[in-house]
């Protein structure tokens, strides 16, 4: 009965070559969050969706971009990653009037 | 804006010690306090959380206190396990805009050698 799910849990892509994540919830939640961790690091808000507003974070890189098709579906495009995107990429979903965020597992990325 | 300064790490205990991370936030609100846990490898789960002054936040054998008077959020737990190795993050969520953020603090790595 997993709640907030990620596909795949690692990733391997190549420099410069377009790769796509993907968050599915079974929580019904209106809000969806990105964030990018890496090691040793909190993670870092790169955007979210209030339903179907997205909302940037200012200093998000604009080789991120991020699309949600329907409430249960989110994903994170990386246009052309570069060594400095490897990361752990977490998913995060909380209701309309909720403050607890439920997070995903992760999608591991490597950029060779 | 909102922060949250948490006890540096690693901190390295033996089984069955007490253990204690601090957390201090600031805020213009009244937000809501948080411990998520990670796991190696793993997605940050919800530990705990308090959302008004005085609460008290317990799950698993932890708990921490909201203390508004000296805007602190304090994990502590009586007797810790091996199994409780894992990176604590402390968090709050802020009650304004249209949708919650969380502020995180750095990050407490916790050993605990058997």
């Known amino acids: 009965d997993a709640m907030v799910i990620q596909n795949p849990r690692y990733q391997v892509t190549q420099f410069g070559k377009p790769v796509t994540l993907s968050c599915s919830q079974t929580l019904n939640h209106n809000v969806m969050y990105w964030y990018q961790q890496k090691s040793s690091q909190a993670p870092k808000l790169l955007f979210h969706y209030y339903d179907k507003d997205f909302n940037n974070e200012a200093d998000t890189p604009d080789n991120f971009q991020s699309r949600r098709p329907n409430t249960s579906f989110c994903f994170l495009d990386i246009r052309s990653p570069g060594l400095g995107d490897a990361a752990m990429y977490l998913c995060a979903t909380t209701p309309y009037s909720g403050d607890t965020q439920y997070f995903g597992p992760g999608t591991r990325l490597t950029v060779l | 804006g909102d922060s949250v300064t948490q006890m540096e790490g690693p901190v390295t205990l033996s089984e069955e010690a007490f253990l204690t991370i601090n957390c201090t936030y600031t805020a213009t609100g009244y937000p809501s306090l948080f411990w998520y846990v990670q796991y190696p490898g793993e997605g940050l789960q919800l530990l705990l959380k308090?959302?008004?002054?005085?609460d008290k936040g317990s799950n698993k054998g932890f708990e921490a206190t909201y203390r508004k008077e000296t805007t602190s959020f304090h994990l502590e737990k009586g007797s810790v396990q091996v199994s409780d190795s894992a990176v604590y993050f402390c968090?709050?969520?802020?009650?304004?805009?249209?949708?919650?953020?969380?502020?995180f603090g750095s990050g407490t790595q916790l050993t605990v050698l058997p």
């Open positions: 968090a709050l969520s802020d009650d304004s805009g249209s949708a919650r953020q969380l502020t």
């Open positions: 308090a959302t008004k002054a005085d």
